[in-house]
């Protein structure tokens, strides 16, 4: 059975940092492309990242580049999201997701889904 | 960029009823185009991947169809479990991978 189980969230300051880690099993983890997308009321459904599965592409929302930064721990089954230089509008339940190429495209969909940890921004 | 638009945001439906569910992309997407299902409290789940492929494990009452810009998920038998809220996705443009804000079905 798959699972992805989220953690490292809480309140941050403004300005602030931290990190996400998401524990994965169930699956051939290191070669499998890994996103995070997070969910608000304000924003709903917002893709954030994605890493090819050996670590060698990556991909950012224009909202969130050059301040998060995506990175996973293949030996370990671990996907990573470090967020800095946070933002009142980065509150938001984050979700790992692994994801699934269409087959003969470079287009993916989202087939399994943590539950997500929640991080605030608040001073 | 692009944008997602899905009709209606709540609908009421009952048990047994044929009910469905419509995503605009504001550009094409040809097929690039994912359903979700999301109940409370709980993560998403692929229903439909690339506009009319059912998720393996998915009841066959779920079907999706669409190309281009507009697209339509259609539940043909409401069953109990299948209250909850429903999300599009398109993955052509793939640096945005945007979602639409959610239809949400209730009794």
């Known amino acids: 059975e798959v699972q992805l189980l989220e953690s490292g969230g809480g309140l941050a300051r403004p300005g602030g940092s931290l990190r996400l880690s998401c524990t994965a099993s169930?699956?051939?983890?290191?070669?499998?492309?890994m996103s995070w997308i997070r969910q608000s009321p304000g924003r709903g459904l917002e893709w954030v990242s994605t890493l090819s599965g050996g670590g060698e592409s990556t991909t950012y929302a224009e909202s969130v580049k050059g301040r998060f930064t995506v990175s996973r721990d293949n030996f370990n089954s671990m996907f990573y999201l470090h967020v800095n230089n946070l933002r009142a509008e980065d509150t938001a339940v984050y979700h790992c997701?692994?994801?699934?190429?269409?087959?003969?495209?470079?287009?993916?969909?989202?087939?399994?889904w943590g539950q997500g940890t929640l991080v605030t921004v608040s001073s | 960029d692009i944008q997602m638009t899905q009709s209606p945001s709540s609908l009421s439906a009952s048990v047994g009823d044929r009910v469905t569910i419509t995503c605009r992309a504001s550009q094409s997407v040809a097929t690039h185009l994912n359903w979700y299902q999301q109940k409370p409290g709980k993560a998403p789940q692929v229903l439909i991947y690339k506009a009319t492929i059912l998720q393996s494990g998915v009841p066959s009452r779920f079907s999706g169809s669409g190309y281009g810009t507009d697209f339509t998920l259609t539940i043909s038998s409401l069953q109990p479990e299948d209250f909850a809220t429903y999300f599009c996705q398109q993955s052509f443009y793939s640096l945005q991978n945007t979602f639409g804000r959610g239809t949400k079905l209730e009794i």
């Open positions: 169930g699956f051939s983890f290191s070669s499998s492309l």
């Open positions: 997701a692994k994801a699934e190429y269409y087959y003969g495209s470079g287009s993916f969909y989202f087939d399994q």
